[in-house]
């Protein structure tokens, strides 16, 4: 792969760059030698990207260096981070994305870095002594690639003051749950205007109604996965669980469809579409809501749920299918930027570390999206 390539036909008349150096500008001057040199290694294909293999890959006799970068060094990551989702809107952005946020599990061996403690990880499917991050993936028909993170802290770490301190934890930092984070990205990436139209996500997030509705009240569509015993409006003022309102659907309701393609070809289902009741004025009749229900071929039994809000006619069952489906796109990212990027590979415990080394990796992650949508074009 080429990392020294450019693209100067972008959309607008725009130069859309794919250097691994333009990427390293977005680093704050005081840092830029150092970052520069972290965020080729990030690159490289050395096999673990912790403090000690980035710094014989830089060719230091010792971490120090790296250390230094992560836990001293005079940069803001939240700076890095708005520039990266300004990076990602140029090189993939599309008025048709869709935002995707989803957590992964960091396992941890102690108990001093920054929010771990026992909880459950979908990463390694149990509870473990981990961290949770709640990420915010951007996905377009030219790549997906990360525009957000988030660490999520336990409400026993924030009653700790002395473990917070310890952990740089800032004494005015308040509990905030998972869908509480996410909402906090989607602001963001609202206030700065990357251009989306959908939202998607697992049931940790469309299964807490201030966050759907939250969404509703700006306007934004969604469809979001919940629980099956998720209770939702139907027929006036009457409320069933979801998988109650599923037995709606008659056999004729119901449709096989592609959610995009897996490593075995496309991932098919049957799908089929349930109204919802919402209560609306007159200015907002263009919008509804629908039960979107996604059923295994090899075992009918095994139904997911998906609450949609959006403008009756984008929602059909077609596309309603397919924003779907891009919830495996933030899986896919996940796994490369932990294979290839070393998302999952630092060796920090203050908070502030923690988030300068995500934004460095994310940053990393986004020049390889950039260069392989580049290459299949």
Not at 9 to 34: E, H, M, P, Y
Not at 119 to 145: D, K, M, P
Not at 203 to 213: K, M, N, P
Not at 306 to 315: I, K, L, M, N
Request: charge should be positive; charged fraction near 25%.
């Amino acid at each position: 792969m080429d990392y020294h390539e450019r693209d100067d036909s972008g959309a607008g008349g725009r130069t859309r760059s794919t250097t691994w150096q333009d990427c390293a500008l977005l680093f704050t001057l005081r840092a830029s030698k150092k970052s520069i040199g972290i965020f080729e290694r990030l690159l490289s294909q050395c096999e673990r990207k912790n403090g000690w293999q980035l710094a014989e890959q830089s060719g230091e006799l010792n971490p120090d260096g790296v250390q230094r970068l992560l836990n001293q060094a005079d940069w803001q990551s939240e700076q890095v981070m708005k520039a990266l989702r300004g990076y990602v809107a140029e090189q993939t952005g599309s008025q048709e994305g869709v935002l995707i946020v989803n957590e992964t599990g960091f396992l941890k061996k102690g108990d001093q870095s920054a929010g771990v403690q026992r909880q459950y990880s979908g990463t390694a499917g149990r509870v473990g002594n981990c961290q949770i991050g709640v990420f915010l993936a951007y996905a377009t028909q030219s790549g997906s690639a990360f525009i957000d993170g988030r660490l999520y802290l336990p409400k026993d770490w924030l009653g700790d003051r002395q473990g917070s301190k310890l952990s740089g934890i800032a004494r005015q930092t308040k509990f905030a749950t998972k869908p509480a984070l996410a909402r906090q990205m989607i602001q963001t990436a609202i206030d700065e205007k990357v251009p989306f139209r959908w939202v998607t996500g697992e049931s940790i997030y469309g299964g807490d109604r201030r966050l759907r509705r939250w969404l509703e009240e700006q306007e934004v569509s969604f469809v979001l996965a919940v629980p099956r015993n998720e209770p939702l409006w139907v027929e006036g003022f009457r409320q069933l669980p979801a998988s109650e309102i599923a037995q709606k659907a008659g056999p004729k309701d119901w449709q096989r469809l592609p959610a995009g393609e897996g490593a075995k070809g496309p991932r098919l289902y049957d799908w089929a579409v349930v109204p919802l009741w919402r209560l609306q004025v007159a200015a907002e009749a263009h919008l509804g809501h629908c039960l979107l229900l996604r059923r295994s071929l090899e075992d009918p039994a095994d139904i997911a749920y998906y609450v949609v809000f959006a403008p009756r006619q984008e929602a059909s069952l077609e596309q309603l299918v397919k924003i779907a489906g891009q919830r495996w796109q933030i899986e896919q990212g996940f796994g490369l930027a932990e294979g290839e990027c070393g998302l999952d590979h630092y060796e920090v415990r203050k908070w502030q570390a923690w988030y300068r080394h995500i934004t460095l990796a994310l940053l990393a992650h986004a020049f390889l999206v950039a260069v392989r949508a580049k290459e299949l074009k």
